[in-house]
C-alpha cells in the first residue's frame, strides 16, 4: 500500500446515539492502530447531526470509553485542536455553506415535497414494483418557481444530483474494488428542512476539512461510499483512502446487540474487564497477524498475547477480514483470566477493593487497607478470576457464611451421622493446633493424616469445605480455615453439625 507516512490522519467519528459499543470501540483501536504505527493522528469527532437519538451523557462515555482503552485521540471535542470544533452540531455554517455551494454548481438542488408528497410517490412506486427513490419532481422546477418558495420560507431540504449512467467504484483497503451504479442510488437530501446536515455531506465535509487520510468504519457504511465519492468529485476535493470492517456479529451470526449480551464499554468496566484484555482480544475481531515463524510460540501454537506496543508493530490493514467476527464472550473472559494473572498482588488487590467494600458493608476500607485477609483472598483467587467483579461472588463467604441445605455437606451416600463424626473430627484436629504454628500447610498436613483413616479422602474433607464456605465449590478448606482464622472456622463447623441435628428433628 503507497501512502505518504508523514500525512496520515484517522479519525473515529461516532454518533453519541448510545453509549459507546463494543464493535465502535474496534473500530476505534483499528483507527488509532493504523494512525500510529504510521506516524499519523487520530482524531475524535462527534457525529451528533441526528437531533431525535441523541442521547444525554453518550458523549462522556465516549470519552471515557477510549481513555479506559488508552486509545487517546490527539484532536478531540473535550481536548480541541486545529480544526475545532470537533462536535458536527457546532458547525452547522460550515455545512449550510457547502450545500449552498452544491445547489450554485448545480450538483444539487431545493426540494420542496412535504412528507406525504413523499410517502404517495414511494407507495405508487411501490405499487409498480419500482424501487421507492425520489422522482425528482422539484428539479423540474424554474429558478423563479424555487426563489418564490425559498422568499416565502416553504420548507425545503437540499439533495444532491446523482448523475445518470454512472459506474461508481470503491477502492477499499479491505473489500478490493466495489461498483455501484448510479441508477442504484437516490437522490439523497444532505442538508435537512430543520438546517442541520445528514451524515453524508457532514461526513465528508469534515473529513475534507480535517485532512482525514483515512477512513475505517464498519461495512454498513460502504453503501453510503458512492455517495461520498461523488460529492468529493462535485467539490473536486481529493477523496480519502477506505477500509470498510466487517461487522461484530453474535454467535447466531445476528449483528451484534444488545438482546444478546453486554454491548456497550461501560458494561465491560464495570464487571471488571482489564483494558489490556479488552484490547487484545478485540484487536483479534476482524484480523490476525498471520503466522510468520517469529509470531510462534514455542509450543508451535500462534501467539495470542499481544500488548498495545506490540499491535501497533504487527496490525495491519491488509490483514483485516472480509468476513464477519462473531464475539466469544468465553474468550474475551479467557483473555482476561490471563491479564488478571499477569496482575502483581498488590495492583489486583487494589482492583478488587470496590467489589469486596460492596459485600454487606464489610470490611471497612480501614480494614482492607491494612488487612492481609483481604490480600490473602485476592491471591487466592487470583488463579480462578475471569473479571475483577466475580471477586464479590467468590469472596463473599469469608465475609457472611450464606444460609445453605444440609445436602449439600453430603459426599456420596454419608449418613448424616456419619458427616457429623467427620466434621466433628475435623473440629477437633483444628481447635489442636497451636495458634503460633496454625498456618494452611499445618492445617494441611494434620487433616491429610485424619483423611487417609477413610475409605476416601472426600469423607473429611468435602463436609468440611462446604461447612467452611456454605457453598458447592470453594478453594481448598485449608486455605479457607487459614484466612477465616481459628475461630470463625470452629464456629462455622459447630453451625454445620447443628444444622444436621436440627433438620433432622424437623
Ligand atoms: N457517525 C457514523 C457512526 O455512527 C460514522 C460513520 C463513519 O465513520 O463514517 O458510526
Redesign the pocket.
Known amino acids: 500500500m503507497a501512502f505518504d507516512k508523514n500525512k496520515i490522519r484517522t479519525r473515529f467519528?461516532?454518533?453519541p446515539t448510545g453509549y459507546l459499543h463494543i464493535g465502535s470501540l474496534r473500530t476505534a483501536l483499528y483507527s488509532y492502530l493504523f494512525a500510529k504505527q504510521n506516524n499519523g493522528l487520530f482524531i475524535l469527532r462527534l457525529?451528533d447531526t441526528d437531533l431525535e437519538r441523541y442521547l444525554e451523557g453518550a458523549a462522556e462515555a465516549i470519552y471515557s470509553g477510549l481513555k479506559w482503552a488508552g486509545i487517546n485521540y490527539d484532536e478531540g471535542p473535550d481536548i480541541g485542536g486545529p480544526d475545532a470544533p470537533y462536535i458536527q452540531s457546532q458547525r452547522l455554517d460550515i455545512y449550510k455553506k457547502y450545500a449552498n455551494e452544491l445547489v450554485a454548481k448545480e450538483n444539487a438542488y431545493h426540494c420542496f415535497c412535504d412528507k406525504e408528497t413523499l410517502e404517495k410517490m414511494r407507495q405508487e412506486q411501490i405499487a409498480k414494483k419500482q424501487a421507492p427513490k425520489y422522482d425528482r419532481r422539484c428539479l423540474a422546477l424554474s429558478k423563479e418557481e424555487v426563489n418564490a418558495k425559498l422568499k416565502t420560507k416553504t420548507p425545503r431540504v437540499i439533495r444532491m444530483k446523482i448523475p445518470a449512467s454512472r459506474v461508481i467504484e470503491v477502492n477499499d483497503l479491505v473489500r478490493g474494488k466495489v461498483s455501484y451504479k448510479s441508477e442504484e442510488l437516490d437522490d439523497q437530501v444532505i442538508l435537512k428542512s430543520d438546517g442541520y446536515p445528514t451524515?453524508h455531506l457532514a461526513?465528508v465535509v469534515d473529513d475534507h476539512l480535517m485532512k482525514i487520510s483515512h477512513?475505517t468504519?464498519t461495512e454498513e457504511?460502504l453503501p453510503s461510499t458512492p455517495k461520498h465519492i461523488l460529492l468529493y468529485e462535485y467539490f473536486g476535493w481529493e477523496a480519502p483512502q477506505w477500509a470498510h470492517l466487517p461487522l461484530l456479529l453474535n454467535p447466531d451470526k445476528t449483528k451484534m446487540s444488545k438482546r444478546k449480551g453486554d454491548v456497550a464499554v461501560g458494561d465491560y468496566i464495570k464487571k471488571g474487564y482489564l483494558p489490556a484484555a479488552m484490547i487484545n482480544y478485540l484487536a483479534f475481531l476482524g484480523w490476525n497477524p498471520g503466522t510468520p515463524a517469529y509470531a510462534k510460540a514455542s509450543a508451535g501454537k500462534e501467539k495470542e498475547i499481544y500488548s498495545m506496543e506490540e499491535l501497533l508493530n504487527e496490525f495491519s490493514l491488509e490483514r483485516v477480514h472480509k468476513a464477519g467476527a462473531i464475539f466469544n464472550i468465553e474468550k474475551l473472559n479467557w483473555y482476561n483470566a490471563y491479564y488478571i494473572k499477569q496482575l502483581s498482588l498488590d495492583e489486583l488487590t487494589k482492583k478488587c477493593l470496590p467489589y469486596l467494600f460492596a459485600l454487606s458493608g464489610y470490611p471497612d476500607p480501614a480494614v482492607a487497607e491494612s488487612g492481609s485477609k483481604i490480600k490473602k483472598i485476592v491471591a487466592l483467587e487470583q488463579e480462578r478470576l475471569q473479571t475483577i467483579a466475580e471477586i464479590g461472588e467468590h469472596a463473599a463467604f469469608f465475609f457472611n457464611l450464606p444460609a445453605y441445605d444440609k445436602t449439600l455437606l453430603k459426599w456420596k451416600d454419608m449418613t448424616d451421622e456419619e458427616i457429623k463424626k467427620s466434621l466433628a473430627a475435623s473440629k477437633e484436629i483444628i481447635a489442636s493446633i497451636f495458634d503460633s504454628e496454625f498456618t494452611k500447610e499445618k492445617l494441611s498436613e494434620k487433616l491429610f493424616a485424619k483423611a487417609g483413616e477413610y475409605k476416601n479422602k472426600g469423607e473429611l474433607l468435602w463436609p468440611l469445605r462446604v461447612a467452611l464456605s456454605g457453598q458447592k465449590n470453594s478453594p481448598p478448606p485449608f486455605d479457607i480455615i487459614e484466612i477465616l482464622d481459628k475461630r470463625e472456622a470452629l464456629a462455622r463447623i459447630e453451625i454445620a453439625i447443628s444444622l444436621l441435628s436440627l433438620q433432622k428433628n424437623a
Open positions: 467519528a461516532p454518533s457525529e451524515y461526513v477512513v468504519r457504511w
